[in-house]
């Protein structure tokens, strides 16, 4: 598999940076894959070697978040219009990331022997993290409300007809740094409950399930990104074609 390159500019407040780890990301990410499926095919495999690798790989998705927290620092509305991604992949996200309750499906998909214990501990999660979708859901929507609330809207209108200018600069500018704020903490629980998901799950699962789990999960990551890709090289070439 090859992670290649979205075919997008980096853009400003800090993208450029942030496609640069991403692709680096990308290549470790694709080696964790080859690392987690070799393990698989070697019984002798100790107990303390998988943990050794599942705690690595956890680790580096922990690192993908932990730079995308700073990112959304700099600039919150880049991670919700990501270049790092293909347009395939930003439709399918969630809150700028994959829906938490996906991983909790991809267990059942990819974790075959399952005690009737864990089981119903992953049933619980899961209702937990449905109402915690729903909680992050409703703050991004009355975060989204506000952008056509009277104030805004007062706002637009002066600017539109040149009035009070210096004012409905300041006016504007307090209104853009708290909607950049309630961004900031909606993106940052989503994140947080991605990752807490993923602890709890790794939690419940014993070392060699774990391995399966991260195996399917690390290989959808990639799946969906190289058909990405392939899309965008085949548009491309049809524009080419189209002398465009």
């Known amino acids: 598999m090859s992670s290649g390159s979205a075919g997008t500019s980096g853009g400003g407040g800090g993208g450029g940076s942030f496609n640069a780890f991403f692709e680096g990301w990308m290549v470790r ?34 690192q993908y978040f932990e730079e995308k927290a700073r990112l959304a620092q700099r600039n919150v509305f880049l991670v919700f219009s990501p270049t790092w991604f293909t347009s395939l ?21 990819s974790v075959q022997d399952l005690s009737r214990e864990q ?3 992953l049933r619980l999660l899961m209702e937990e993290t449905r109402v ?13 409300e506000t952008l056509a609330a009277p104030p805004l809207l007062e706002m637009v209108r002066k600017r539109a007809r040149r009035m009070d200018a210096a004012e409905g600069v300041r006016e504007e500018a307090a209104a853009l740094a708290t909607l950049r704020k309630a961004l ?21 699962l014993k070392p060699e399930q774990n391995v399966r789990f991260l195996t399917g999960a690390t290989r959808m990551f990639l799946e969906l990104r190289n058909l990405g890709l392939q899309k965008v090289v085949r548009k491309r070439n049809g524009m080419v074609l189209k002398g465009i």
């Open 132 to 144: 915690e979708e729903r909680v992050l859901n409703e703050e991004l929507a009355r975060v989204q």
């Open 29 to 62: 990410h694709e080696h964790y894959l080859e690392e987690l499926l070799s393990v698989q095919q070697r019984n002798e495999s100790q107990e303390d070697d998988l943990k050794d690798l599942i705690k690595r790989v956890l680790s580096h998705y922990q």
């Open 89 to 109: 992949e930003c439709a399918t996200l969630w809150i700028t990331g994959f829906k938490p309750g996906y991983a909790l499906r991809l267990v059942s998909e």
């Open 119 to 121: 089981s119903q501990r």
């Open 184 to 204: 900031e903490e909606v993106v940052a629980g989503a994140d947080l409950l991605r990752m807490s998901i993923t602890l709890k799950v790794a939690e419940i």
